[in-house]
């Protein structure tokens, strides 16, 4: 089995999501560990789609 290709702020990242070591991280199996990185994604986008709808609700009562 190949590792998965990950940049390295990338494994820093999803190490610190998962509260994993990074040994572990590269240890994981690759479907188990793209299942992980697409629930980070969709955890990010969840959070900046927050941010950016309180800004605007900010922008709009003015």
Do not use: F, N, Y
């Amino acid at each position: 089995m190949r590792r998965m290709p990950l940049s390295a702020e990338t494994a820093q990242k999803l190490a610190a999501h998962l509260k994993v070591p990074l040994e572990h991280l590269m240890h994981m199996p690759q479907h188990i560990l793209l299942q992980k990185l697409a629930e980070m994604a969709q955890a990010d986008a969840a959070g900046a789609a927050g941010a950016s709808d309180s800004e605007g609700k900010k922008d709009g009562a003015r």
